[in-house]
Nanobody
């Protein structure tokens, strides 16, 4: 079955960096686009970034452009989110996502807290 396992969250000061990882299994990873979403307290889950199956096409939400970088390693079945210049408003639970065979799959999420 499809499994997505995120890691790398934590507490960081404003201006700091974190790298999130999402290890995927249960499907042919290299054939599917992967995305990151986030959900802040009392807010709707929102799109953060997406990378195509071969890494050649990438999208970001405007609020993270120039600060976050999504990438993938198809040999390791892993998608990454490098987050730099973090702001308090980036505080959220970050989720890995894949649309596979018509179904939506989410990881369990990893907490990112940006605070001094």
């Amino acid at each position: 079955q499809v499994q997505l396992v995120e890691s790398g969250g934590g507490l960081v000061q404003p201006g700091g960096s974190l790298r999130l990882s999402c290890l995927a299994s249960g499907f042919t990873f290299s054939r599917y686009a992967m995305s990151w979403y986030r959900q802040a307290p009392r807010m709707e889950r929102e799109f953060v970034a997406r990378v195509s199956s071969d890494g050649g096409s990438i999208l970001y939400t405007d609020s993270v452009k120039g600060r976050f970088t999504i990438s993938r390693d198809n040999a390791k079945n892993t998608v990454y989110l490098q987050m730099n210049s973090l702001k308090p408003e980036d505080t959220a639970v970050y989720f890995c996502f894949v649309l596979y065979s018509g179904d939506l799959y989410w990881g369990q999420g990893t907490q990112v807290t940006v605070s001094s």
